[in-house]
């Protein structure tokens, strides 16, 4: 690979398309003049004939290949002719773009977003060398900050030991006499129990409503099933209580 072009490639730029500019840019350079970087298009898909765009020390070139990549469209703006260089970064790529005194607006899309951050600070500076006689110090205006995290760790002084201080202790002779609490005895009156109560009432069958000799019929089976009462004992007291109801 010749010399000449090894430094338009740090971007990723597509080395056949440069050499091809490169070769053809040769006779079209006029005295004096520099190119200072090249961006090439670089297509998500198809990228076989890349459109590029060259920027040198005294103009733009716009570089469009056609007829299959056997010829080449060269279009040229004077930095004096241009106005002010944008950059639009999107998902794919860049969109590199200027404008003209005579108020053109030229732009080329899939710019690598590197190439077209280096294309805008090459371009701002050749304007503020033609407008001021020096360029400016100008930072990259789309370039990602980086954010460094810096992480001070504070210098923790070292624990003095810690002093414990002795106790004088006494020896204890005298021994509580340790009582057993008395639990407190609470009546635990069963379900059962409470069903079984009930159901002993001396009201008599006849003196009772049909829902008081249902809610009685319920308790002898509650008995029943508590192993109470033996199932001969509840079919009974269920006859006689039906007989009432």
Known sequence: MKDS????????????AIEKITSKLNDLLMKGEEVGYIGV??????????????????????????NLGLSMDFTDYTWDDIESVF????IL????SFTTKTDLAISIDYIPKTQARKLYTYSKEQLDILKNGVA????????????????????IPAAE????????TEEVTDFAEIMPIAQPEFAATS?????????????????????????????YKKLLDNGLIMQGEYDNLKKEILGYM
């Not at 298009?41 to 990228?47: L, T």
């Not at 890349?50 to 290949?65: G, M, Q």
């Not at 030991?161 to 004088?168: D, F, G, L, N, R």
């Open 5 to 16: 072009i090894k430094k338009f490639l740090n971007e990723e730029q597509d080395p056949k």
């Open 41 to 66: 298009q670089k297509k998500p898909a198809i990228n076989v004939f890349p459109d590029s765009i060259v920027a040198s020390n005294k103009r733009l070139i716009l570089c469009r290949p056609k």
């Open 136 to 155: 400016a110090p100008i930072a990259a205006p789309f370039e990602e900050p980086k954010v460094v995290d810096e992480i001070k760790v504070a210098e």
């Open 161 to 168: 030991p810690e002093q414990i201080e002795e106790v004088a």
């Open 93 to 96: 790529g860049s969109e590199f």
């Open 191 to 219: 379900l059962a129990a409470n069903i079984q109560a009930e159901t002993n009432k001396d009201r008599p069958l006849n003196e009772m409503s049909s829902e008081e000799l249902f809610v009685k019929l319920q308790n």
């Open 87 to 90: 950059v639009k970064e999107n």
